[in-house]
């Protein structure tokens, strides 16, 4: 069996790996048309702050590595067209220019997604978006050469919040302007409101529901002003992040079934078209409380659907229900996570559905050191079954989510959470711990709300 992969970061060198060990007999060549592979993308910002001090230590693997492995791989080399009906590659060589065909029994699709860039800041220097290996390298570099006194981020997401902790960490005064009327619009608003109270409170400048209108460079062009609909920033380095798009344009018209660029996949990767499969950011992801496939252009994804590739190639269809949205941040000593659906997509979703908003505390209240806790919890009305949850707080906080998603992925309701035996330690939570006490409000609010129905 020939397998071709195209794509060698997450996505595709775990659906190699995947596919080796699961089909032995398989011959697998992957062709990437970039440099870099197997990197780290989440650890960018801390590449950039210089706490991860060298760049090898984001590669998962080296080429060497790979190709030690067994696996036939090709940099700077890449597929700019296909022929599903032919089952056939044409690669440009960017080193030679050569073009050919490659022919495939099984094609694995992993070509990941490009940044989102603003048409104000086009081709304007100190102006960066954050997507690859190389882009991480062009921005610490710059920061280490240019000495940049005044940053814009655009975009709160979490990248743009995670960026807002480094640039501050470096000693470059940093705007974060947002066009949502608030941050990290995954959330629910009550609760990355928490976060903003702090940061705020702490001198940092968030703008939120500011729309970027223009730019101005100076005559080296090089960026020197950001133009809002709110006022003008002084800016010597500008920070796009602002979503991505799936690098799927070459797929156009092919007959693969696509939703805005990203192709549809089953549980298992499996596409529309027979032996095609993708995953990662150029494709849809099964939401198993949404019940659709949805875009979550995450590394979690990305590898866990590799994963599942190779085993489905191989005719092995282990257990899987699909994902659930769960993510976590940390920016400074605040560390905030989520998982399932929030209060907004439920609404959407025509949920009868109510929630939930506890502040608690980390530790117990007798111990030193502890700090606020708040947990939140969406639940459906009439059932109490627990559709997604929301934490906020410092040390430890994000991590508090695993327990909930452990819940939410096996349908538990409030009644479970509310007497759940977790455990305990006064340094690390109280004795009715805080997903206890969320819970038990939900249960009393939920009694009240359905009495009378």
Known sequence: MKVLVIGAVA??????????????????????????????????????????EEERKLIAKTSERVKEDGLRLLLAHEVVDVDFDKKELTVKNHKTQEIFVDAYDELVLGVGASALRLPAFQKMKGVFALNNLADANAIKNYIEEMKPQKAVIVGG??????????????????????????????????????????????????????????????????????????????????LETIGLRPNTAFLEGKGLDMERGA????LYGETNLPHVYAAGDCALIYDHLMEKPVYLPLGTNANKVGKLIGLAMAGKKPPFKGVQGSALLKVFEYEMAMTGITDKEAKRLGKDYDSVLVRTRNKSGYYPGGSEFFVKLTYEKHTGVVLGAQVFGKEGAGLRIQGLVASVYAGLT?????????????PLNSVWDSINVAAGKAVAQNALSTEDI
């Open 414 to 426: 409030i009644e479970d959470l509310a007497y759940m035996d977790f455990g305990y330690i006064p």
């Open 263 to 266: 192709i549809k996949t089953t």
């Open 157 to 238: 997401g979490n990248k743009g919040i995670e960026l807002l902790e480094t640039l501050t960490l470096l000693a470059i005064d940093t705007q974060v302007i947002e066009f949502m009327p608030h941050i990290l619009s995954i959330y629910d608003e009550d609760v990355s409101s928490l976060l903003v109270r702090e940061l705020r409170g702490e001198g940092h400048k968030i703008n939120t529901g500011e729309k970027v209108l223009d730019a101005k460079a100076n005559e080296k062009g090089f960026v020197e002003k950001v133009i809002t609909d709110q006022g003008i920033y002084e800016a010597d380095l500008v």
């Open 11 to 52: 996505a595709g060198l775990t659906a190699a790996y995947s596919i080796k060990k699961n089909n032995p007999e398989a011959k697998i060549t992957i062709y990437e048309k970039g440099k870099d592979i197997s990197y780290g993308a989440c650890g960018f910002p801390y590449y950039i702050e210089g706490l991860i």
